[in-house]
């Protein structure tokens, strides 16, 4: 039988409010299964306490699904708790927190069931089984507690072919309401949104949480179907530019060039970009070429460290002595190239991280981001960090990559970090090509959506933003 489901998006600590496309992506599903969805997002619609119960009484839901991360914990319990308190409503939750720690992410919230992995398939037969008599114990990738033990079910088997899954619920999330923002550079046009074209990286970094919830085994959608997507955002949403959020947009060329390819033949014009980070070794003349040729304009690049040492440490697999040629083809491509670097990893002292301030600045880049390094449950370096640690006694909010070095597990001492990383940002972006650049390519509204950024901000001294419950 059909169930209502009703998603609350709790408010996280971000400049940037983005579609929630787990969210969008699980509706879709549950919504070709013959159930009904609704959306309250608390990042665009601040409702408070008396209204997440007014709308959840209002509508009625037969079970309400909650996405948790690492600094959303004190949040989601929030949420929970607030519902709790005057509806019976079972409560699900799933994100990158619930499948990296699913018992505790239950017992901290408060939550009925957690779902660990890729959440389409079992949330639509949660939904079912809340409605049957045969119950919860055959619903894959679920985890609960039943008389005080948590239960884990048998994992969930990762969906194989993402061309089986519907395109993310857009009526849901539509772009319009978001006020996504690039980061450290500015967007072409306006509304803008994300993507998703595959799933999975096989890599090992230490500090990535990814693989708790996508899995090594990486999966790509085929170009069509992309690009239908794209197609349809931009004929009935009005989006205007394409976030590719990929991890790995192109560590498989052929699928990045059939994409490209087939945006080309269909002649559409619009600017992308892929904010998350690209493959740096997977680049080519040729591919760069192609993607500038169908609208790309900018590329994040997972650098890290400017020290080999420490780069190899943290399983990058990434040689450095290519960096600098490869930034020059993205340069001469006439593409953007931003550069993301990790402060504090296993092994940085203060020379290695002068180094990678140094290499930072060698390089042809336009844009850095300096961060601390956070290790986020599901990440090798978590398991590191927890050794002599008990989770109930973690601060969550603290494990913030624009936070402090609360993580420790490297020669430098906190206050140096921090220090560190202040001077990392200015040195970068106090040099006369840099500002200038800043200057006459940006707007004045994205400058100061740029300093707005929890990065800026706290290389400013300004502080956090908040995300609670009120």
């Known amino acids: 039988m059909s169930a209502k489901i009703l998603f609350v998006h709790p408010p996280y600590l971000t400049h940037v409010v983005s579609p929630p496309m787990g969210i969008g992506y699980v509706s879709s599903y549950l ?142 999330i539509a772009p319009k309401n978001y006020r996504i923002a690039p980061i450290l550079s500015s967007a072409k046009a306006f509304s803008i949104a994300p993507i998703v074209t595959s799933r999975g990286c096989p890599f090992d970094c230490t500090f990535c949480a990814g693989k708790s919830i996508w899995g090594k085994s990486y999966r790509y959608r085929q170009a069509v179907p992309v690009v239908d997507e794209i197609e349809m955002l931009i004929k009935d949403y009005g989006v205007r530019e394409i976030f590719m959020g990929d991890d790995n947009f192109n560590l498989k060329t052929a699928h990045a060039l059939d994409i490209c390819e087939e945006i080309m033949r269909r002649g559409l014009m619009f600017p992308w970009a892929c904010p998350n980070g690209v493959r740096v070794d997977s680049l080519t003349p040729e591919l760069l070429a192609t993607m500038k040729r169908s609208g790309c304009h900018l590329l994040g690049l997972g650098i890290e460290s400017g020290d080999q040492k420490v780069l190899d440490r943290a ?135 740029f300093l707005r950024t929890r990065f800026f901000k706290k290389i400013l001294g300004r502080g956090k933003d908040a995300g609670t419950v009120r």
């Open 315 to 449: 399983k990058k697999s990434l040689d450095l002595s290519i960096v600098p040629r490869v930034c020059d083809d993205i340069s001469r491509a006439g593409i953007t190239a931003v550069g993301f670097f990790v402060l504090g990893l296993p092994g940085d002292t203060l020379a290695t991280i002068e180094k990678t301030i140094g290499f930072s600045k060698a390089l042809s880049l336009k844009r850095a981001w300096f961060n601390i390094l956070a290790p986020y449950p599901g990440s090798e370096l978590f398991e590191t960090y927890l050794k002599d640690k008990n989770l109930d006694s973690l601060e969550w909010r603290a494990l913030d990559t624009c936070g402090d070095d609360v993580a420790q597990m490297s020669a430098v001492s906190p206050d140096e970090l921090d220090k560190l990383q202040k001077r990392a940002a200015f040195s970068f972006y106090m040099r006369p090509r840099i500002l200038f650049d800043l200057l006459i390519s940006q707007r004045p509204a994205t400058i100061i959506s």
């Open 31 to 172: 919504k070709r299964e013959g159930h009904d969805v609704s959306l309250l997002d608390l990042n665009i619609s601040p409702v408070g306490r008396e209204g997440i119960v007014d709308r959840v009484k209002r509508y009625r839901p037969d079970l309400i699904g909650i996405p948790i991360m690492c600094t959303g914990m004190d949040q989601v319990r929030d949420v929970v708790h607030v519902i709790k308190s005057a509806c019976a409503v079972p409560i699900v939750l799933g994100g990158s927190q619930a499948s990296a720690l699913p018992e505790h992410s239950l017992r901290f919230t408060g939550a009925d069931y957690v779902v660990v992995g890729e959440g389409e398939v079992t949330t639509a037969e949660l939904a079912s089984a809340l409605d049957s008599t045969s119950g919860v114990e055959g619903v894959l990738g679920l985890g609960y507690l039943a008389e005080g033990e948590f239960v884990m079910n048998e994992p969930r088997p990762l969906v194989k072919d993402l061309d089986t899954l519907p395109m993310p619920d857009w009526d849901l």
